[in-house]
């Protein structure tokens, strides 16, 4: 059954597609060390308009562009398909670089690796050469993110988008939410149930015909991810772009401890951003509080103290982090087991209590330290506030601290999805 189109759905349509990367000018990522090298290079060329492009709501295209071109699309792809297949703790400091330059264009591509380690776990070996081999193209890949709550999706888990086998193939039908990725990518993967009840993964072509992408996200946060709807309008379906992700149900896996080592590097980027703001508004424009009996507000005794408070939360966090990235590069070296999986989302929980402390606290304390001016709208240091707040929300810190306490205190194994 056809959805009906909205006039804002219609509009939508006209909307141009991303470009495709000219596969020469796509650049080979070989190691972890290129990997960051590049990273840094990227962040450096994107972080002068960050606040503009946050104020503006301008959208990343041309960076995205860039992003192709960087090769690091294609860092998490296994060596034998042509990667570098980089180490987690690389891949969570490459979103910690991009993310402390724009968090917004940071978090474009954490889709992008998060169905990646999907086709890694249940993709055929024809459909990882075909696949990998886009990626490798410098081809992006966004995501159909979960449905609204109704009646038919009362949980993220829950939904009512479906591919059914019809006398013309199959076809996809749905309507999804929080889609960061999609309005920029080449294909659009989205989960869907088949016809026998299983989840599949369907990787749908930008340009398929009944799907469109509405930008229509309006948080005050993050505002240039474009996580907006997606649309599955009776979309024919090629059978060699369906993934068995039913097929992960009850196995232990590292898809929902990766995708979280990604936020939490979201998180520390907007952390080490918001911290590196403060120090330079603090030394270049604050004003000292008339009892200090100081010329400077960086020689405020109480901001100093701030400040290496601040300094020690992001050590912890970045620490933290990267302990985590490591851990996972240790499970992964074996077959991994319901308790290998379990310490996996562990350590990224806690990696992910620290972030978001960090992120809202580095945020919020710029402004106590740096006074009234840093206010003024010319500045735009809230965004970084903004930003901390919208993506710290994508899962309750409390359950986090939850999983932590019952796995430490009652040995409790954590629930295996992509949230934790």
Not at 390 to 414: C, E, I, M, Q
Request: glycine residues 8%; charged residues 20%; aromatic residues 6%.
């Amino acid at each position: 059954m056809s959805i009906p189109e909205s006039p804002q759905a219609a509009s939508a349509r006209n909307a141009p597609l991303p470009r495709l990367p000219d596969p020469e000018r796509v650049n080979r990522i070989a190691d972890d060390a290129q990997a960051l090298a590049v990273a840094r290079t990227l962040a450096a060329r994107i972080a002068p308009g960050a606040s503009r492009r946050d104020r503006e709501r301008e959208l990343p295209w041309d960076e995205l562009d860039l992003w192709s071109e960087s090769g690091l699309g294609a860092i998490t792809v296994p060596r034998e398909y042509g990667g570098a297949d980089v180490s987690f703790a690389t891949l969570a400091e490459v979103f910690t670089i991009l993310c402390a330059a724009d968090p917004a264009f940071g978090q474009i591509p954490q889709n992008h690796f998060g169905v990646l380690g999907v086709l890694r776990e249940t993709g055929s070996t024809q459909q990882k050469t075909r696949f990998y081999g886009e990626v490798l193209a410098g081809r992006r890949l966004g995501n159909a993110g979960p449905e609204r709550r109704s009646a038919a999706a009362a949980t993220i888990l829950h939904g009512s988008t479906r591919l059914a086998s019809t006398p013309h193939g199959l076809r996809l039908t749905g309507q999804r939410f929080y889609s960061t990725g999609a309005l920029f990518a080449h294909r659009v993967p989205a989960r869907a149930t088949d016809d026998t009840g299983r989840a599949v993964q369907v990787w749908v072509p930008r340009d398929a015909p009944g799907l469109t992408v509405i930008d229509n996200w309006s948080s005050f946060g993050q505002r240039t991810t474009a996580s907006g709807t997606v649309i599955f309008d009776n979309v024919p379906v090629d059978p060699g772009d369906v993934l068995p992700i039913w097929q992960l149900a009850d196995r232990p896996g590292l898809t929902g401890p990766v995708s979280q080592l990604i936020q939490a590097a979201i998180d520390v980027g907007i952390g080490e951003a918001a911290v590196a703001d403060a120090i330079a508004f603090v030394r270049g424009h604050a004003r000292p509080w008339i009892d200090s009996g100081v010329a400077r507000a960086a020689d405020d005794p109480y901001v100093i103290a701030d400040i290496g408070r601040l300094q020690i939360d992001l050590h912890a966090a970045q620490e933290v982090l990267r302990d985590a990235g490591h851990t996972l590069d240790a499970i992964a070296a074996h077959t991994v087991d319901a308790q290998a999986s379990a310490r996996a989302s562990v350590a990224v929980a806690g990696a992910k209590v620290l972030s978001t402390r960090l992120a809202l606290e580095a945020s919020e304390k710029l402004f106590e330290l740096a006074g009234s001016a840093a206010t003024r709208a010319a500045h735009n240091l809230d965004r970084h506030w903004r930003n901390a707040r919208a993506h710290t929300l994508h899962d309750p810190l409390r359950w986090k601290l939850h999983l932590l306490g019952n796995y430490h205190l009652n040995h409790v194994l954590p629930a295996r999805h992509a949230w934790n």
